[in-house]
């Protein structure tokens, strides 16, 4: 079964309607052999922020080391992100896997007149693909109340109710009492269910679930209380949580003291599931990153998403967006919501807006914008517009504003899910060779097997892959074709989420293509910068000076380590390390990247300050050298001693794992590399499910940059790494080389470390000692674009990488 055969099989399934309670779904997984028996389950149930708090017991279980599952809804462009293990979504193929399995069985029970809902069979996908991969702890997310929720199909061994207001009411109930009767069922049957409800819901909650442990911000007497300290940047506020005999300090990557609560809820549900110490609690609920929630993608103006969806959460965004009152004149408001929302009392909560675009997202269930219009006017806001696409009334909307306004989407996470894609929008250019080469590129684009035989052949010269809305596609398929290029686009049937397209043509044609796009709706204008950027239309590069903006630059090793894999020991002596960096300068090395710490298999942790004091001394003896260097290390505090003592770069395997690293390339205006790894140290033969593993390393790293974008670093400034050998297999890490070029999509220069690597076992090469295959990889990744390449043996490969280029620009070499 294709993927998009699978995914529109789902998808369609939305046209039943919701069905309260959980005998289908457990009748479901029965019929697919109970797979979830072994794991344990924490359910997250509430009014508002029940989201935000699975993200942060997620984040916090996996700092302690346990390999866990996460279940939330809705999706912003892939119905795959709403399950995720260890961060990573469910592979294409799993969701293929599951529909195959389940499909004879769901057909069955449609026909006897007993369908399942979409909800209720995603579910169901979630809690059968923990199982399938083993992990330790599933982390659900309750979709609607709890007692007759899907995700009720499980035994809890820890669950919480963030909090309870009047939400679907025609389901749920019309009475506080009644929501959180509902809601209180999620309680487990040997803890304390844990709770920041207050008032008549507390009241209803103790006496539904009997055992219960309260979190609050300290104004009531609570087992657990959490404070806000309020917003330090842009991205992050400071909390301060204290239980019983337990005291924990940290940031947030969320906004709005709400947030706090909501990390104490987290904290108390963590602590109920495994020993975790204060260190891991603070570390977890930093990189508790959760789209869409007080989301400041931008500060000139600043532009705030936030998917308040009901009155009582529009209140607390106004409340949070009151902190930056001081930071901007006028409030332009982008929104739009489904339409069974209390409209009239969200507009009531939300801050007063100075004007308003109404618009809507492209899915059924939105609410027209002209009706939107007209409540935000009988509210008494005098400058509204009736817009229609969220892309292009946020084009327009900043467009208008002044570089000292705030820009705020919000009303639906639909609608801040389609204005995100301004962000986090991919052009992925596609090299094409060979028919096998086309097919290969139609096929992961989700084309139908008649669309891929008839387009194969016509995917020449320049390929471009884009994740677009529906309408989008439609309207690039029109305007490619009219200029006589082709396009394919997916099977996908989608209801808001994002597909892919395929353009293909020569560059002339791309370029009228884009003068075509100006003015254009439904967010078009936009898509034209970034096609015109992604293949060099018209772009002028910013240069500030370094090594990788003029060709490819040679990066060399300088391990002050006793036990990396390659010259373990040869250069822990300082001197040692000195004169070996001295005769790297000598062979030509533009970078020379200094680390105190092994990541190869089994490598022990270096403590801090024995990390510092390994490369300090050597970083200082060769700063004045005429050489860019680079601090190889995964700690932020070593990273600033390297920088105190010289250093230029920062280089961070773990891509931005100690979330201080992210401000500490900022502070500093200094690039940052970003690798993808899925474990540092590698753990040795641990295997990893990758649909396509370069487009999903792409789509991984893409998060991570706009995270370090968010903390204030500039994109030319952020350096990606595929990271060749870090939870990669040797065929995948060939495919990452082979197909390089496509890290362009992230508009970042791109390093690649290949050197002496077991990948080239693949080829009847020893580990270890490889120096020729190196030399040969080097020479194809520069031939892919490789904007640095990271290596052992610098004279060798400087010389492969002016080969390259000279085969590429003669001219340029023989003219210097």
């Known amino acids: 079964m294709d993927y998009h055969e699978a995914a529109n099989f789902l998808f369609d399934l939305r046209r039943f309607q919701v069905k309260p309670g959980t005998e289908s779904v457990r ?6 052999g109970d797979p979830h028996e072994d794991v344990r389950f924490v359910q997250v149930a509430g009014s508002n922020g029940k989201g935000s708090t699975a993200k942060m017991v997620e984040s916090v279980l996996r700092e302690s ?3 866990v599952g996460l279940y939330t809804s809705p999706h912003f462009d892939d119905v795959r992100e709403r399950i995720r293990v260890d961060g990573r979504k469910i592979p294409e193929k799993a969701l293929c896997a599951f529909v195959e399995e389940a499909k004879p069985y769901l057909v069955e029970q449609a026909a006897d007149g007993e369908p399942l809902t979409f909800f209720e069979v995603v579910t169901a996908m979630g809690i059968w693909q923990f199982g399938r991969v083993g992990v330790d702890v599933g982390v659900l997310e309750v979709g609607m109340g709890g007692k007759l929720d899907a995700t009720s199909v499980v035994d809890p061994v820890a669950s919480a109710v963030t909090n309870v207001s009047l939400e679907h009411t025609s389901v749920l109930g019309d009475t506080i009492e009644e929501i959180a009767t509902k809601k209180a069922a999620v309680a487990p049957a040997d803890t304390p269910l844990v709770t920041a409800a207050t008032g008549e819901a507390l009241d209803v909650i103790r006496r539904e679930a009997g055992d219960v442990l309260t979190v609050g911000d300290g104004e009531l007497e609570t087992d657990v209380t959490a ?11 400071t909390v301060t949580v204290d239980g019983p005999d337990w005291h924990v300090e940290s940031r947030i990557p969320l906004l709005g003291a709400y947030q706090a609560t909501n990390a104490g809820v987290a904290c108390a549900l963590a602590r109920q599931i495994t020993d975790v110490d204060e260190e891991t ?5 930093r990189n508790a990153h959760w789209p869409g929630r007080f989301e400041v993608m931008e500060r000139d103006p600043l532009v705030v998403l936030d998917g308040a969806h009901n009155p009582d959460a529009c209140a607390q965004l106004a409340t949070t967006l009151d902190a930056f009152a001081d930071e901007y004149e006028d409030l332009h408001l982008v929104f739009a ?3 069974d929302k209390d409209h009239r009392e969200m507009v009531d909560a939300l801050p007063d807006a100075d004007a308003v675009v109404t618009c809507k997202p492209n899915l059924s269930r939105a609410e027209d914008p002209e009706v939107l219009a007209r409540v935000f006017e009988e509210a008494g806001v005098d400058d509204v517009h009736a817009g229609f696409s969220v892309a292009g009334s946020l084009a327009k909307v900043r467009e208008n504003a002044a570089p000292d306004d705030c820009i705020l989407i919000t009303g639906s996470l639909f609608c801040v899910a389609e204005a995100r894609t301004t962000w986090t929008r991919l052009e992925i250019p596609k090299r094409v060779r060979t028919l096998d080469d086309a097919e290969a590129m139609l096929h992961d684009s989700h084309v139908t097997e008649p669309g891929v035989w008839r387009m194969r052949g016509k995917a020449v010269h320049r390929s471009l892959k884009l994740h677009v809305e529906r309408r989008q596609a439609q309207y690039l398929k029109e305007e490619m074709l009219s200029l006589g290029g082709e396009c394919a686009t997916s099977g996908l049937q989608t209801d808001g989420e994002l597909s892919s397209v395929v353009l293909m043509g020569t560059l002339a044609q791309f370029n009228r293509l884009v003068d075509k796009l100006a003015g254009q ?5 936009a898509l034209r910068d970034d096609i015109r950027e992604r293949l060099g239309i018209r772009v002028e590069a910013t240069k500030r000076g370094y090594p990788w903006e003029d060709g490819t630059a040679v990066m060399g090793i300088l391990n002050v380590t006793p036990d990396s894999f390659h010259d373990g020991g040869d250069f822990f002596d300082p001197q040692d390390a000195v004169e070996q960096a001295e005769a790297m300068i000598d062979a030509g090395v533009d970078i020379i990247d200094i680390g105190g710490e092994s990541t190869r298999p089994g490598a022990e942790e270096v403590p801090v300050d024995d990390e510092i ?3 300090v001394p050597v970083i200082e003896a060769i700063a004045d050298l005429d050489v860019h260097l680079s601090i190889d290390t995964r700690k932020a505090a070593v990273g600033r001693a390297a920088l105190d003592a010289g250093a230029d770069i920062l280089n961070d395997v773990t891509g931005l794992a100690d979330p201080e690293m992210r401000f500490l390339a900022a502070e500093r205006d200094v690039p940052v590399i970003v690798m993808h790894s899925i474990d540092a140290p590698v753990i040795p033969d641990k295997e990893v499910e990758y649909d396509d593993v370069v487009e999903d390393v792409v789509d991984e790293l893409a998060e991570r940059v706009l995270l370090a974008e968010k903390a204030g670093i500039p994109r ?17 890490n060939f495919e990452l080389l082979g197909r390089l070029d496509e890290f362009d999509a992230l508009g970042c220069p791109i390093l690649v470390g290949h050197s002496h690597k077991s990948m080239f076992e693949l080829v009847g090469q020893e580990t270890g000692d490889n120096l020729e295959a190196t030399v040969a990889a080097t020479t194809v990744a520069v031939d892919r674009g490789a904007d640095i390449v990271r290596v052992h043996d610098v004279a060798e490969n400087v010389a492969a990488v002016r080969v390259a280029e000279a085969a590429r620009s003669p001219k340029r070499f023989a003219e210097e």
Request: charged share 20%; no cysteine.
């Open 27 to 32: 009748e479901l997984l029965a019929h697919l």
């Open 65 to 67: 080391g346990l390999r």
């Open 227 to 237: 404070v806000s300290g309020g917003p330090v940047n842009h991205t992050e506020s």
């Open 281 to 285: 609690l603070a570390r977890g609920l």
């Open 337 to 339: 919501a489904m339409h």
């Open 521 to 525: 709706p439904f967010g078009l204008d």
């Open 613 to 615: 004091a390994r490369v």
């Open 716 to 732: 030319e400034n952020v350096i990606v790494d595929p990271g060749i050998g870090f939870g990669k297999s040797k065929p995948e």
